[in-house]
């Protein structure tokens, strides 16, 4: 019978799980699958916690159906009719610059302009970054090969004031990182592709969506008499729906928490797991889902090369803080699903979601839930140096200077991701060859989770199932 270790409770090694168990039944084999989590719940970033009548989201608060494998996995715990769709007749995205909040204009998809007249007709860009954007189509081609910057590659096709003001706020709120290091093969490789293959990112992008199939916009189809599909996705009570599935899909008794991993080891043919107890077990497989940092520190007994690529990956700290008020003290409107502020703006907190507008069940009907988001590539430091009420302040601060909001909140939470994101820098993909390479060194030995190919829930769910299928094929 063959037996597999993974290390981490979070998304991807919940998934990897729940793949392993699924696999060995689909194929009547005899797997044995123990899942370690250091901490004292299983979810990983995932968090969500019920305060009073407040449904709370620590960390992601939806995911994209497109990527389906979140969805695939959701459907396989028998979470579907449990999927909640955002609340679309509210949605849009504003920029907050120039001392006021800018819509971003329709056609935009992330940075690339598709449509002439909402561009034209938005005061976010002036006339001379508007030209310019639309110049994108006559720039050359790169001729270099290799990697560059998320920030010279959209200042080279799309000009500097896009970048500033369209491209990392909005890639800011995604990877919580610094475009000027940030790598676009890594991170974009999509708009790389279009470049070669189109010569033009807008030419790129019209064809693709006149390509596309309707039905992949927001993901798969859903099943008959299920809820329809969204460009974000949740859960009705909340994200945490997805983890404690996986903890019930694969059973309490293969789960252990509060179970703090050492060191890995090869022993021949199979591998050894040591707790910081003291305790050994012993696998034929070993799974670390956990951040690329930790796992470094598990395995440079055996591979100090392979750790020093992992400990290489750098890392942002990031906060959220939600707030709620009572809806009769809200006098300003609040309009789409939130708002993001460009790092030039040089604002204390770099986005904010409007929860209870964007999805239902979050709070009760009589009050508005807001979160906003501190760090990660802008002033980062507050996280670490503010405790939590000068933290709330302000961010209280900035929605009154933003929104005109004055009122005081009825309800406050703050939640922090001490080096909680991976930054995918420049030669990003390179160091991955070199730790593919060295991994491969090592049969029985898998790395999955954000550290490494994708930050999304839907790629740490991806990734999960591709080792769990090398490990159901060995």
């Given at each position: 019978?063959?037996?597999?270790?993974?290390?981490?409770?979070?998304?991807?090694?919940?998934?990897?799980?729940?793949?392993l168990?699924?696999?060995?039944?689909?194929?009547?084999?005899?797997?044995?699958?123990?899942?370690?989590?250091?901490?004292?719940?299983?979810?990983?970033?995932?968090?969500?916690?019920?305060?009073?009548?407040?449904?709370?989201?620590?960390?992601?608060?939806?995911?994209?159906?497109?990527?389906?494998?979140?969805?695939?996995?959701?459907?396989?715990?028998?979470?579907?009719?449990?999927?909640?769709?955002?609340?679309?007749?509210?949605?849009?995205?504003?920029?907050?610059?120039?001392?006021?909040?800018?819509?971003?204009?329709?056609?935009?998809?992330?940075m690339?302009?598709?449509?002439?007249?909402?561009?034209?007709?938005?005061?976010?860009?002036s006339?001379p970054?508007?030209?310019?954007?639309?110049m994108?189509?006559?720039?050359?081609?790169?001729?270099?090969?290799?990697?560059?910057?998320?920030?010279?590659?959209?200042?080279?096709?799309?000009?500097?004031?896009?970048?500033?003001?369209?491209?990392?706020?909005?890639?800011?709120?995604?990877?919580?990182?610094?475009?000027?290091?940030?790598?676009?093969?890594?991170?974009?490789?999509?708009?790389?592709?279009?470049?070669?293959?189109?010569?033009?990112?807008?030419?790129?992008?019209?064809?693709?969506?006149?390509?596309?199939?309707?039905?992949?916009?927001?993901?798969?189809?859903?099943?008959p008499?299920?809820?329809?599909?969204?460009?974000?996705?949740?859960?009705?009570?909340?994200?945490?729906?997805?983890?404690?599935?996986?903890?019930?899909?694969?059973?309490?008794?293969?789960?252990?928490?509060?179970?703090?991993?050492?060191?890995?080891?090869?022993?021949?043919?199979?591998?050894?797991?040591?707790?910081?107890?003291?305790?050994?077990?012993?696998?034929?497989?070993?799974?670390?889902?956990?951040?690329?940092?930790?796992?470094?520190?598990m395995?440079?007994?055996?591979?100090?090369?392979?750790a020093?690529?992992?400990?290489?990956?750098?890392?942002?700290?990031?906060?959220?803080?939600?707030?709620?008020?009572?809806r009769?003290?809200v006098k300003?409107?609040?309009?789409?699903?939130?708002?993001?502020?460009?790092?030039?703006e040089?604002?204390?907190?770099?986005?904010?979601?409007?929860?209870?507008?964007?999805?239902?069940?979050?709070?009760?009907?009589?009050?508005?839930?807001l979160?906003?988001?501190?760090?990660?590539?802008?002033?980062?430091?507050?996280?670490?140096?503010?405790?939590?009420?000068?933290?709330?302040?302000?961010?209280?601060?900035?929605?009154?200077?933003?929104?005109?909001?004055k009122?005081?909140?009825?309800?406050?939470?703050?939640?922090?991701?001490?080096?909680?994101?991976?930054?995918f820098t420049?030669?990003?993909?390179?160091?991955?060859?070199?730790?593919?390479r060295?991994?491969?060194?090592?049969?029985?030995?898998?790395?999955?989770?954000?550290?490494?190919?994708?930050?999304?829930?839907?790629?740490?769910?991806h990734?999960?199932?591709?080792?769990?299928?090398?490990?159901l094929?060995?």
């Amino acid at each position: 019978m063959s037996k597999v270790i993974v290390i981490g409770g979070g998304i991807a090694g919940l998934a990897a799980a729940v793949h392993l168990k699924a696999g060995a039944k689909a194929h009547g084999k005899t797997m044995d699958v123990l899942l370690l989590e250091k901490n004292q719940r299983i979810g990983g970033k995932i968090l969500t916690e019920r305060i009073g009548d407040y449904l709370v989201e620590a960390g992601p608060d939806s995911f994209l159906p497109e990527k389906v494998w979140t969805v695939n996995l959701a459907r396989k715990l028998g979470l579907e009719s449990e999927m909640l769709p955002s609340n679309d007749e509210f949605k849009g995205t504003f920029i907050y610059s120039g001392r006021r909040l800018h819509s971003l204009p329709e056609g935009v998809m992330l940075m690339v302009p598709t449509s002439f007249w909402p561009m034209a007709k938005s005061h976010l860009i002036s006339w001379p970054g508007k030209l310019r954007m639309g110049m994108e189509v006559f720039m050359p081609r790169r001729k270099q090969q290799g990697d560059e910057s998320l920030a010279s590659f959209v200042t080279r096709r799309l000009g500097r004031e896009c970048l500033d003001k369209i491209a990392e706020p909005l890639v800011a709120g995604i990877h919580t990182s610094n475009p000027d290091n940030m790598s676009v093969l890594a991170t974009f490789p999509r708009f790389v592709q279009m470049e070669q293959k189109s010569g033009s990112l807008i030419r790129g992008m019209l064809a693709a969506l006149k390509n596309r199939p309707q039905a992949t916009l927001s993901g798969p189809p859903p099943r008959p008499g299920q809820p329809a599909m969204t460009y974000f996705m949740s859960f009705k009570h909340g994200m945490d729906s997805l983890p404690k599935a996986c903890e019930a899909f694969i059973g309490k008794n293969s789960i252990r928490i509060g179970a703090s991993v050492r060191a890995v080891e090869p022993r021949g043919k199979e591998w050894s797991v040591f707790l910081t107890t003291g305790e050994e077990l012993r696998a034929d497989h070993v799974v670390l889902g956990t951040a690329a940092y930790d796992s470094a520190n598990m395995i440079k007994g055996f591979n100090a090369n392979l750790a020093t690529q992992m400990n290489a990956i750098q890392w942002s700290s990031s906060g959220t803080v939600t707030v709620a008020f009572k809806r009769e003290d809200v006098k300003v409107p609040l309009r789409g699903f939130g708002f993001i502020v460009p790092k030039v703006e040089n604002r204390r907190i770099n986005a904010s979601t409007y929860s209870s507008i964007k999805w239902s069940y979050r709070a009760p009907d009589d009050t508005i839930m807001l979160r906003a988001f501190v760090g990660g590539g802008h002033h980062e430091e507050l996280v670490h140096e503010l405790d939590d009420a000068a933290l709330t302040t302000a961010v209280l601060e900035e929605m009154d200077t933003i929104l005109g909001l004055k009122a005081a909140p009825a309800f406050a939470k703050v939640y922090r991701w001490f080096k909680g994101m991976p930054k995918f820098t420049v030669g990003h993909l390179d160091r991955m060859t070199v730790i593919d390479r060295r991994v491969a060194m090592h049969p029985g030995l898998h790395l999955i989770g954000c550290s490494y190919k994708g930050i999304g829930i839907g790629d740490c769910v991806h990734e999960a199932e591709i080792a769990a299928e090398k490990i159901l094929k060995a």
